[in-house]
């Protein structure tokens, strides 16, 4: 009988960790190869531990892990970028650890290869670390992390009557994910306002590289109100389809286009 491969490579962003044991640590990983998978790092918390900086939140490691009992164990591990701007600014931290939690709680331990979405990742915590506003790169993450889990908004046509959207303000529905017609949104319940300008500007975002999206200068008025309207979307996909087998299936099914 030959033995099961006892070792093995990663390439990953570290999304959370919490303490496990007396001295060890519980490693939750976005891995390029596999997902989203949880190792143990034995020792990590004693003050002399080689591998305990390469494993903090956000930060893009090489690691050998073995294969343990229950979970996998760090044997080795090499930082390939620790995003240092990160480390001593709160609020890039923040946005670093919004990119890292929306990633977590949208995704399961399943081992499929995820090069799509660990890309994104890291592109966007290179962003998030490197530029003076991080507002853009969490924006642009929302919206291309839409893209991977086959939720891409409907912006150019009524998701209810596919009419084309006139240039007037418009209705968004989180059910229908997309916009609705004034005409067929009067009276429906559920929906939120969007106006012309923002769904310009989420139009322009969702059609457009990062290097164009960043050449638009919404108002502060449109920038707060498309946060807002984003977040809100996410907020309300992770309450209606996690933990349903509808929603994996819709996430594979995105990935074979
Ligand atoms: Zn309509």
């Known amino acids: 009988m030959p033995r099961p491969e006892r070792s093995f490579r990663v390439t990953a962003v570290v999304l959370r960790h919490a303490d496990w044991g007396e001295a060890d640590r519980l490693l939750t990983l976005f891995t390029r190869e596999m997902g989203k998978l949880r190792a143990v790092a034995k020792g990590v918390r004693k003050v002399r531990s080689r591998k305990a900086g390469h494993l903090e939140p956000f930060t893009h490691v090489r690691l050998q892990l073995a294969k343990g009992r229950d979970l996998p164990i760090v044997t080795q591990a090499e930082t390939v970028d620790a995003y240092l701007p990160l480390r001593d600014d709160l609020i890039k931290t923040g946005y670093a650890a919004y990119a890292a939690e ?3 709680r949208f995704t399961y331990e399943e081992e499929i290869e995820s090069s799509i979405p660990f890309r994104l990742l890291v592109e966007t915590l290179g962003r998030i670390s490197q ?4 507002w853009l790169a969490a924006r642009y993450y929302e919206m291309r992390l839409l893209d991977y889990l086959g939720f891409r908004p409907q912006l150019f046509r009524c998701a209810n009557c596919e009419a084309a959207i006139e240039p ?3 209705y968004f529905s ?10 067929c949104g009067a009276g429906l319940p559920g929906l939120w306002t969007i106006s012309m300008d923002e769904l310009k500007y989420l139009r322009h975002f969702q059609r457009s590289s990062y290097a ?3 050449r638009a200068h919404p108002s502060a008025e449109v920038k707060k109100k498309v946060e807002t309207l984003m977040q809100a979307f996410f907020t309300y996909l992770l309450e209606r389809e996690l933990n349903t ?5 819709r996430i594979r099914n995105s990935n074979e286009n």
């Open 102 to 104: 929306l990633l977590d």
């Open 131 to 134: 530029e003076s506003d991080a």
């Open 168 to 170: 007037v303000d418009q």
């Open 174 to 183: 989180p059910l229908a994910g997309g916009v609705i017609c004034p005409k």
């Open 212 to 214: 164009e999206a960043s």
């Open 245 to 249: 087998p509808g929603f994996l299936k």
